[in-house]
Nanobody, 117 residues
């Protein structure tokens, strides 16, 4: 059974940091491009960060560049999102998304991040 389970969300103040984790199981993790998306209230889900499967190259949205870092541990089947200098506009539910061979794709259920005083 395929599972993506996010954790690490919470309530933080502006300027603080959070590290999100995504535990993957039920598929060959190393063959998948791993991504973090987020969905803010009233907005469409957007891609935040991507880490590729072979050379671990990364891509970020403009809002994430310079503040967020995506990483993966293929031995542990984990993907992470380190978020620094958080802003109120980063408030959203953050989702882990796996994209693999033959168009296979999986979503986690999300973890909520709230950035507020």
């Amino acid at each position: 059974q395929v599972q993506l389970v996010e954790s690490g969300g919470g309530l933080v103040q502006p300027g603080e940091s959070l590290k999100l984790s995504c535990a993957a199981s039920g598929f060959t993790f190393e063959n998948y491009v791993m991504n973090w998306f987020r969905e803010a209230p009233g907005k469409e889900r957007e891609l935040v960060a991507t880490i590729h499967k072979i050379d671990d190259t990364t891509d970020y949205s403009d809002s994430a560049k310079g503040r967020f870092t995506i990483s993966r541990d293929n031995d542990a089947n984990m993907v992470y999102l380190q978020m620094n200098r958080l802003k109120p506009e980063d408030t959203a539910v953050y989702f882990c998304y796996a994209l693999g061979p033959y168009g296979r794709q999986y979503w986690g259920k999300g973890t909520a991040v709230t950035v507020s005083h």
